[in-house]
């Protein structure tokens, strides 16, 4: 019996028409393509002397193309960042924030999801002050909805891993501080228009769920 893994990933929008376009040229489906890119670029790795030498893949695990596949990015990540972003709804409407500046690490990154840096792994701690911090709302949190790799953080000097709540408000004085300088409440379905960064489909389908 044949036994398949099933990965979910973000691909980043321009990654994704650039698949859409090798799909249509050589009328492959989206999973002999990809199968096909990791077979190719798996089967060369440079050795000692900077020359390309073929690997044996007969033992084609997860584990191994992982590896393979951060030796193909030539670097070494500095460190991981984890932020954590709370979806505090209400009612059918969701919470969302304006920040003050730019982000240093995700460009065009507007209206958000309140939230920020995890600095411990007690993540419920972290996201009740970090919500604090840039709402002034106390939150009870529900579960985590979603986590993910940011689609681009492979082109980064770090990697960013954000976590999605689900909050509901025990407060409703609303007051914008940290990173946001406005806050706004949305109906969930859409938080889209105001978004100018790709959001995750797990997340778009829970936010359609509490409409």
């Known amino acids: 019996?044949?036994?398949?893994?099933?990965?979910?990933?973000?691909?980043?929008?321009?990654?994704?028409?650039?698949?859409?376009?090798?799909?249509?040229?050589?009328?492959?489906?989206?999973?002999?393509?990809?199968?096909?890119?990791?077979?190719?670029?798996?089967?060369?790795?440079?050795?000692?002397k900077n020359k390309f030498k073929v690997i044996d893949l007969s033992d084609r695990d997860l584990d191994k193309i992982l590896k393979m596949y951060y030796e193909l990015l030539g670097c070494h990540v500095k460190k991981v960042i984890v932020i954590g972003l709370g979806i505090i709804e209400n009612k059918g409407k969701v919470l969302i924030g304006q920040r003050k500046i730019h982000d240093k690490y995700v460009q065009d990154l507007s209206w958000v999801f309140p939230g920020g840096r995890m600095e411990t792994i007690d993540f419920i701690k972290e996201i009740k002050r970090e919500i604090k911090e840039e709402t002034n709302l106390s939150i009870k949190v529900c579960e985590i909805v979603h986590a993910r790799l940011i689609p681009d953080s492979p082109e980064k000097s770090v990697r960013i891993v954000a976590l999605y709540f689900h909050l509901k408000p025990k407060s409703y004085l609303l007051k914008p501080g940290g990173d946001l300088k406005k806050l706004k409440w949305v109906r969930s379905t859409s938080v889209c228009r105001y978004f100018t960064t790709s959001t995750a489909d797990e997340v778009m389908n829970f936010l359609g769920k509490i409409s």
Not at 8 to 35: A, C, F, G, V, W
Request: a positive charge.
């Open 1 to 48: 019996m044949r036994k398949t893994k099933i990965i979910n990933i973000s691909i980043p929008p321009r990654i994704e028409k650039m698949l859409s376009d090798m799909q249509k040229k050589t009328d492959m489906t989206r999973s002999e393509l990809i199968r096909d890119m990791i077979k190719f670029y798996t089967q060369f790795k440079k050795d000692s």
